[in-house]
């Protein structure tokens, strides 16, 4: 018998320029080859629409998100009520299979009657209220800073109320474990996140320079960058590359003033790629405390040395594939000490060990236990 899933995304999943992307797309994919009929709703608010979704999905609807004060609710996180849509509920209507909601932003609908015989699972992408109070405290910009202020304080109430409505699947045991004592989640999951790689590509060797990769348009991202130059590079003159879409004024302003810091600004995805395996060291740390760096397993499965902080890692199974520094001090000696040293077979090895967890195709049968269970 076949089995079809409506899946929402808070936004259009392809192309994969971003680690939010390759868990959205990469598990449609998965999906669709072990023969799960998926049915894609998702919003679009500049992405465009993807003609490549269309292999791996019976259908994909796109929905426009409300922006600015059409997406303003006074008690309802704006992620979440700028993605209320009439069409959206009418369209899972008309049918009784299984909905997948891809982050806490697409739950609107949740709490709806008309919704209450329905089989609804979240995908938990992160603690959002965490995430967003992580943003409050590393934008300078006022007026924005005020709105992740608020928003991470609607977000708490509102994944309060979510974490008793729905059974949840977390892509992070961290945030599992959060739902699980903070908000007492009734029924709640763990299932990797699904990812574009495959083999662990990693080379022996040397490589010629130390990296850190992003969106450096994203507050967490622009401050890794920054912290990196002012308080680990500014002490050891390595070569440092970093690598990102729209990188702020303010850190090309710092990396003209750092002769040995090279910015590459918005790299195709070739690009991005070659850098992460021509790295000696792909530095990582994490400003935030929720979800998965997922540009973490890029640097794994294609990289040399990585060296991150314990926020990157924490929780997450795979601490023994990376170097951990707990400050800048730490960082500086590790980055030293790594440099001149090669990339051993054995390295490899361990990786191929412990990402083993990352199959997309035995964590899409994971998925569909769950969803039909």
């Known amino acids: 018998m076949e089995k079809h899933l409506h899946m929402v995304c808070l936004d259009v999943p392809y192309p994969m320029d971003n680690g939010g992307m390759f868990d959205?797309?990469?598990?449609?994919?998965?999906?669709?080859?072990?023969?799960?009929?998926?049915?894609?709703?998702c919003?679009?608010?500049?992405?465009?629409?993807?003609?490549?979704?269309?292999?791996?999905?019976?259908?994909?609807?796109?929905?426009?998100?409300?922006?600015?004060?059409?997406?303003?609710?006074?008690?309802?996180?704006?992620?979440?009520?700028?993605?209320?849509?009439?069409?959206?509920?009418?369209?899972?209507?008309?049918?009784?299979?299984?909905?997948?909601?891809e982050g806490v932003h697409c739950t609107h609908h949740i709490f709806n009657n008309l919704m209450r015989d329905r089989k609804i699972l979240l995908r938990l992408h992160n603690v959002e209220s965490d995430y967003y109070y992580h943003l409050y405290k590393h934008e300078r910009f006022l007026p924005r800073k005020l709105?992740?202020?608020?928003?991470?304080?609607?977000?708490?109430?509102y994944e309060r109320k979510v974490a008793q409505q729905v059974p949840i699947i977390a892509l992070a045991l961290k945030d599992a474990a959060i739902y699980k004592e903070n908000f007492h989640a009734k029924d709640i999951?763990?299932?990797?996140?699904?990812?574009?790689?495959?083999?662990?590509?990693?080379?022996?060797?040397l490589g010629t320079f130390c990296l850190y990769h992003g969106n450096l348009s994203r507050a967490e991202n622009d401050k890794a960058a920054r912290w990196l130059i002012k308080n680990v590079f500014n002490k050891i003159e390595k070569p440092f590359i970093i690598a990102g879409k729209n990188p702020t004024a303010?850190?090309?302003?710092?990396?003209?003033?750092?002769?040995?810091v090279h910015l590459v600004e918005n790299p195709d995805?070739?690009?991005?790629?070659?850098?992460?395996?021509?790295?000696?060291?792909?530095?990582?740390?994490?400003?935030n405390g929720t979800g998965f760096?997922?540009?973490?397993?890029?640097?794994?499965?294609?990289?040399?040395h990585c060296v991150v902080?314990?926020?990157?890692?924490?929780?997450?199974?795979?601490?023994?594939?990376c170097h951990i520094a707990t400050d800048e001090n730490s960082f500086r000696k590790i980055i030293s000490q790594l440099y001149y040293k090669p990339f051993s077979e054995s390295e490899i090895q361990l990786r191929k060990k412990l990402l083993v967890a990352f199959n997309n195709n035995k964590n899409a049968e994971a998925l569909v236990r769950l969803i039909w269970v």
């Not at 303010?250 to 040995?260: A, E, K, M, S």
């Open 24 to 41: 959205l797309f990469c598990k449609i994919r998965a999906l669709h080859d072990i023969g799960i009929k998926v049915h894609l709703h």
């Open 43 to 101: 919003f679009e608010y500049g992405r465009g629409e993807q003609s490549e979704l269309n292999k791996y999905c019976e259908e994909v609807l796109y929905y426009k998100r409300a922006n600015g004060h059409k997406g303003f609710s006074v008690n309802i996180p704006y992620i979440v009520a700028s993605r209320r849509c009439e069409k959206l509920l009418a369209n899972l209507l008309k049918d009784d299979y299984p909905i997948l909601l």
């Open 147 to 157: 709105y992740y202020y608020l928003e991470s304080k609607l977000l708490k109430n």
């Open 189 to 205: 999951n763990y299932v990797p996140p699904f990812i574009p790689f495959t083999d662990v590509k990693s080379e022996e060797g």
């Open 250 to 260: 303010r850190l090309r302003r710092l990396v003209q003033v750092n002769p040995h």
């Open 269 to 287: 995805e070739a690009e991005m790629q070659d850098l992460i395996a021509k790295a000696q060291i792909n530095i990582l740390p994490s400003f």
């Open 293 to 304: 760096e997922l540009k973490l397993l890029n640097a794994l499965f294609n990289g040399r």
């Open 309 to 321: 902080n314990i926020p990157a890692v924490q929780d997450t199974g795979i601490e023994e594939t």
